[in-house]
């Protein structure tokens, strides 16, 4: 057993006494690994090993986290889902909507136009 947490163990321990000390932490070990508790141990210097604590069993974590799921209905089914607009006038606001970002964009890009009418000069 080369577990480094076993280290200041072995160096109290007379090695006399290291196969036996072996045994003993390494059915704690098994036994932690499989349960997931915390032992606080007390070791003698004859490698006998006396368990003084042990901590409540975990709870076993779930592998994933989060687990996403799909809305039922999709955003562009039901806007109102989305917004503050009342379900009842979505049918009415969408072409209404659309036709006035329409014309916004229309406008703008009329302003730039004049500017970039003319060609640029030869510079060559």
Same mark, same amino acid.
């Given at each position: 057993?080369?577990? !480094? &947490?076993? /280290?200041?163990?072995?160096?109290?321990?007379?090695?006399?006494?290291?196969?036996? *000390?072996? %045994?003993? *932490?390494? /059915?704690?070990?098994?036994?932690? #690994? $499989?349960?997931?508790?915390?032992?606080? *141990?007390?070791?003698?210097?004859?490698?006998?090993? &006396?368990? #003084?604590?042990?901590?409540?069993?975990? #709870? !076993?974590?779930?592998?994933? @986290?989060? #687990?996403?799921? +799909?809305?039922?209905? =999709? /955003?562009?089914?039901?806007?109102?889902?989305?917004?503050?607009?009342?379900?009842?006038?979505? $049918?009415?606001?969408?072409? %209404? %909507? @659309?036709?006035? @970002?329409?014309? +916004?964009?229309?406008?703008? @890009?009329? $302003? %730039?136009?004049?500017?970039? &009418?003319?060609? /640029?000069?030869?510079? =060559?």
């Amino acid at each position: 057993m080369s577990d !480094p &947490r076993f /280290a200041p163990a072995y160096a109290y321990v007379h090695p006399v006494f290291w196969p036996w *000390l072996w %045994l003993q *932490l390494w /059915a704690i070990a098994i036994h932690q #690994k $499989e349960t997931g508790q915390d032992f606080l *141990l007390n070791v003698t210097r004859c490698g006998f090993v &006396r368990i #003084k604590y042990v901590s409540d069993v975990r #709870k !076993p974590k779930p592998k994933n @986290l989060y #687990k996403y799921e +799909a809305p039922v209905v =999709s /955003a562009w089914d039901r806007p109102a889902l989305g917004s503050d607009m009342p379900a009842e006038f979505t $049918e009415d606001a969408q072409p %209404l %909507l @659309l036709s006035a @970002l329409v014309h +916004a964009l229309h406008a703008a @890009l009329s $302003e %730039l136009c004049p500017a970039y &009418r003319e060609p /640029a000069p030869d510079t =060559s």
